[in-house]
């Protein structure tokens, strides 16, 4: 453990967990638990992670028993059929994953469930108690409004409690629920929804963001009108306005008390519908099962999290994002959510560190960039705020520099974890992060999630250690979607993942897997920069141009050329009051030759006023280096899920000018 300012170099240990601290983890019960079963002996991490692979039903079986998930029901297997994609797990079984959230607050009405803080510092809490009473109302509404089984539901709603009720209500009935948060325009909210064909839409009048109100209604009624399918319309009026006509309040779903009751599933059955980022094309819905996310979530928060009685735990997100999901799904260990619903650095950059001291986090979820953007505006969170209750901080989104390693160290003390890890909409799970076993690694994630056996391979199929390779699925998971909604032959989905490596999931990141077990996710590989046959991720570019002082941010391509050549432009959108003169331009690719590499070096660094993101924060790497090689925008990017679409015309005006 060390809380110097000098951290060394990549791989050093910033932190480690004490004996105490690891033996009285849920994991290591855990892992006593089978060892006593199974007559096997883990001497550390590296170990167990082998055996869950390797015995996957075993694995699957014990998280099963573990959490006592389905009491009262039998399975007939774990895994009957291992294919992938196509793979069955637990048949036979019947669950509900709300039931599994509202089994939390038995005996504990009184305490908070949901903590619920608005831009302007309006804070509001659920108790348990209410929990189940909302839950339990509105489930009973949409059974009166006749929602069955299979049938869709879906919210535009921000991140607040009204969209918590209302998914765990749609899942209690059977109902498969798909969300956007109120930012998502409206040709981007129809691509999501018109293609599940919903019966309900929940809707807000509006939002406010950045110190602004964001009136809705019209665009909700344009919405609704695109959807034909819809019997109903319910608005939750988050500015205060009446309903329009023909919709129907949300005070009148709560209106009149009823049950839960939640219904009993085939293990298989759809809870919800989230999409890709949806840069290229209408996005793709991803269908997760009830079992399939109850197991994984469970498995994930409570073993390789650490959660403790009292825990309260926030990340900043949105209804668009499948961290939203995961964040509820932190109600399944009984923590408490904190939902902010608002701009993370308004009315200043330091807001989410003011949440996390105000309401006593254990665990705050940030982006890469946002701790960027607190190291850049000279913040000392750990001075000026009162952190003491904070144990650790999840960062994930895209990669994040070591930069950004020691920074939180310096500034949040020695004794904290950083959980940085990585995973993905597609199966809602994390695939390397941290564990309470661990220690953190300087500019590293901690190892691979348990039950999840991910390699890293070269271009012809084999594993590697040390050294860049795509990021691959050798086993099934049970998160893994269960389809592509509306691809009725399968094609979609193989396609998607299953192309590259039969009966293999390729997931389009590049890792390396260290000989310490340690992984680096080196950004998407296709968007790789490979020159001269040395391939290197984005992130390693950005964590050296973007400690310029001069640039806020930076977009760096790998651009193949018609005649074999290769091109590598970094765009620059500097900082206030900073010119791109030849001086500027000089230190830009001397940090690169010197802190990346001297074969990445760009050709062209080119002044940009915006770089464009998905509604998530990721950089538009791959979707911008299509439109350079001619593609046209409306094929390369849905502009309604991006941050700024005019920052992608400029692009694709200045790829038109190349040409």
């Known amino acids: 453990m060390t809380g110097d300012n000098e951290f060394g170099e990549p791989g050093q240990v910033l932190w480690a967990p004490s004996a105490e601290r690891q033996e009285s983890s849920k994991l290591t019960a855990f892992a006593r638990r089978i060892e006593a079963k199974h007559g096997v002996r883990f001497a550390d991490y590296e170990s167990l992670w082998r055996w869950s692979v390797e015995h996957l039903e075993e694995y699957w079986a014990e998280v099963w028993d573990f959490f006592d998930i389905a009491p009262g029901t039998a399975y007939d297997a774990v895994l009957a059929d291992r294919s992938m ?9 019947r669950l509900n994953y709300a039931e599994h959230v509202l089994r939390r607050g038995e005996g504990r009405g009184a305490e908070t469930a949901l903590v619920s803080v608005s831009e302007d510092g309006t804070v509001s809490e659920v108790t348990w108690a209410e929990l189940t009473e909302q839950v339990g109302a509105v489930a009973t509404a949409l059974r009166r409004m006749g ?3 299979g049938e869709r539901v879906v919210g535009y709603l921000p991140n607040i409690p009204q969209a918590v009720v209302a998914f765990l209500a749609a899942a209690s009935v059977g109902a498969v629920w798909s969300a956007c948060g109120p930012e998502i325009g409206l040709q981007s909210a129809v691509d999501r929804f018109a293609q599940l064909e919903p019966v309900l839409l929940i809707a807000v009048d509006g939002y406010r963001f950045g ?10 009624a344009d919405l609704a009108s695109a959807l034909p399918s819809l019997r109903a319309v319910v608005q939750v009026p988050v500015l205060g306005t009446e309903p329009a006509d023909g919709q129907t309040p949300w005070s009148e779903l709560l209106a009149e008390p009823g049950e839960a009751a939640p219904v009993q599933l085939p293990f298989d059955h759809p809870l919800w519908v989230v999409y890709s980022s949806g840069t290229t094309g209408l996005p793709k819905g991803l269908v997760h099962g009830h079992g399939g996310i109850l197991v994984m979530a469970l498995a994930q928060s409570g073993l390789q999290n650490d959660p403790q009685p009292g825990d309260r735990g926030m990340s900043y997100t949105s209804t668009t994002w499948i961290m939203w999901n995961s ?3 932190g109600l399944l260990t009984g923590s408490t959510a904190v939902l902010y619903d608002g701009n993370p650095m308004y009315p200043s950059v330091d807001r989410l560190w003011q949440l996390a001291e105000e309401h006593r986090l254990t665990s705050l979820g940030v982006s890469p960039g946002y701790l960027q953007a607190c190291e850049k505006a000279g913040l000392h969170p750990g001075r000026d705020h009162d952190l003491t209750a904070l144990r650790s901080l999840g960062v994930t989104g895209s990669p994040l520099p070591a930069s950004s390693f020691r920074w939180v160290y310096d500034e949040l003390g020695p004794d904290f974890v950083l959980r940085v890890f990585s995973g993905g909409t597609d199966f809602a799970a994390t695939l390397v992060g941290g564990s309470p076993w661990l220690p953190v690694h300087l500019g590293e994630m901690s190892g691979r999630a348990l039950g999840c056996h991910v390699e890293s391979w070269d271009d012809a199929g084999r594993p590697v250690v040390d050294e860049v390779g795509e990021l691959v699925i050798l086993a099934p998971m049970p998160s893994m979607p269960l389809r592509i909604w509306g691809d009725e032959d399968g094609s979609r989905y193989h396609d998607a993942y299953f192309d ?18 340690t992984c680096v996710i080196s950004g998407r590989s296709d968007s790789t920069l490979n020159r001269h046959g040395v391939r290197m991720g984005s992130s390693d570019i950005y964590q050296a141009v973007e400690a310029l002082p001069e640039v806020a941010e930076a977009l760096v391509l790998g651009i193949e050329q018609p005649d074999g050549g290769y091109w590598l432009p970094l765009f620059v959108r500097l900082a206030e009051g900073a010119v791109l003169d030849e001086a500027l331009v000089d230190r830009i690719r001397s940090a690169v030759r010197t802190q990346a590499s001297p074969r990445h070096v760009p050709d062209e660094v080119i002044e940009v006023p915006a770089i464009p993101h998905t509604t998530t924060g990721k950089k538009l790497e791959v979707p911008i280096k299509r439109i350079f090689q001619g593609i046209p925008v409306e094929k390369a990017c849905n502009l309604g899920a991006v941050d ?16």
């Open 85 to 93: 994609p196509g793979a069955v797990w637990f048949p036979g079984a």
């Open 327 to 329: 964040m509820v799904s």
């Open 211 to 220: 110190g602004r109100e964001h009136d809705r209604r019209e665009l909700v």
């Open 147 to 149: 929602v069955q089984p």
């Open 500 to 517: 590259t490596y039969p009966g293999v999931w390729r997931h389009g990141d590049w890792l390396t897997v260290t000989s310490r077990g």
């Open 644 to 659: 700024d679409p005019t920052a992608v015309t400029w692009f694709a005006e200045l790829a038109g000018k190349r040409r």
